[in-house]
């Protein structure tokens, strides 16, 4: 068997306005995708059929869930203009974790006859400001996670909620235009944001839990709050006047003191 658990670390450092790093274990599965069916043998919390601590589920992935994802993707590079497909694929991504699933890109590689990796095809599925699930104003419970922050130093600190970016200049209920298309795929922002009928923003932080009302032409929605140095996890949503949640996607979170 060839399917393994890759361990790394993420690294990002930030030079301006101020200096700012971090990092983070991560881990990746490198899944051979013709083992699956032996992997739900193999592993005892593993399934590709059902409900499982780790789950592998067809749809998550790249092209029609009624074909085999190993044929999705030489498909997908042989319109890409890749000569030969023949070999075996491997994927390098996340799985569903106690049934979610989040993996910003997918990474798949082919491998040919003669042992050789020929070829490379990401699959982006997490673009800035264009998601599906923010333009479709989703409201289901995969797309209201949370951000893992790491605060530097104690302080005062405000957390802006927004559901579109700064750069789009928009209302956190107001419907958003379609944006340009891409030749040859139909991208996130090529469909229309749709109406959220928001009335509260919700934060949870810090050991606090927050609520601020928010008004029909809000752009934004800002918390003021105290925060002492350690890891932690930033969660944030909108609710509509029947309690109904979604995602508050953007969040820009500034030291004041």
């Known amino acids: 068997m060839e399917s393994a658990l890759y361990q790394g670390k993420v690294y990002h450092q930030r030079f301006l306005p101020t200096q700012h790093k971090f990092d983070y274990d991560i881990y990746l599965f490198w899944l051979q995708l013709d083992e699956i069916d032996e992997l739900n043998t193999q592993l005892t919390h593993f399934s590709s059929r059902s409900r499982a601590r780790v789950r592998f589920k067809r749809s998550d992935y790249l092209g029609p869930s009624d074909i085999p994802l190993s044929c999705a993707v030489r498909q997908k590079m042989t319109s890409l203009g890749a000569k030969l497909t023949d070999g075996d694929v491997f994927m ?20 040919s006859p003669q042992g050789a990796f020929t070829y490379l095809l990401a699959e982006v599925s997490n673009t800035p400001w264009n998601q599906r699930h923010i ?27 927004r559901r579109w970016p700064k750069e789009a200049d928009a209302a956190i209920t107001a419907e958003l235009k379609a944006g340009a298309d891409v030749p040859g795929v139909t991208p996130f922002r090529a469909v229309p944001g749709k109406f959220f009928g928001a009335t509260k923003a919700h934060l949870k932080l810090g050991g606090k ?49």
């Open 92 to 111: 390098l991504g996340q799985l569903r974790m106690w049934g979610l699933y989040f993996s910003p890109v997918n990474f798949y590689y082919l491998r």
């Open 135 to 161: 333009r479709n104003a989703e409201k289901k419970e995969r797309n209201t996670g949370f951000w893992a922050v790491d605060v530097k130093t104690a302080g005062e600190y405000t957390v802006e909620l």
């Open 209 to 257: 839990e927050l609520t601020l009302p928010v008004k029909p032409d809000d752009k934004s929605v800002t918390f003021k709050l105290k925060l002492k140095p350690g890891r932690d996890e930033l969660w944030a949503k909108f609710t509509d006047a029947d309690g109904v949640p979604m995602g508050a996607f953007y969040a820009y979170v500034t030291k004041v003191k």
